[in-house]
């Protein structure tokens, strides 16, 4: 259990905290509110601009909590972790606890990459 908890938290910190260190992604999965799977990214070109758009978010506050509708899968090595993703350009990661809130710089084209 304790295995399980701390391996979460690595993962948390991998994709969270290390915004300018590269990550090396997998697969990409976004889901809609109904956790149905809508798009699967695993071409290389595609998880490269991905991953590019996505490592300068910047962390930001807000005063009224973005409309998540979407879920994004991130998948590196064996971890996967689930952000939640509003169109508009706001990502959170998904957690029990608080976490911080993300905006992404280049919306239009992340958007292009994960929405079908």
Known sequence: MKTSVLMCIIGMILLVGCNKQAINISEI???????????????????DEFRTIWMKKEKIKVKRRPNFIYKID????KRSTRWL????????VLSKGKTPIYRIKKV????????P
């Open 29 to 47: 999965k976004v889901r809609e509110r109904n956790l149905n799977i809508i798009q699967i990214i695993n071409q290389s070109e595609k998880i």
């Open 74 to 77: 991130i998948v590196s090595g």
């Open 85 to 92: 993703y509003d169109p508009s350009g706001y990502a959170t």
């Open 108 to 115: 239009d084209r992340l958007n292009g990459i994960i929405i």
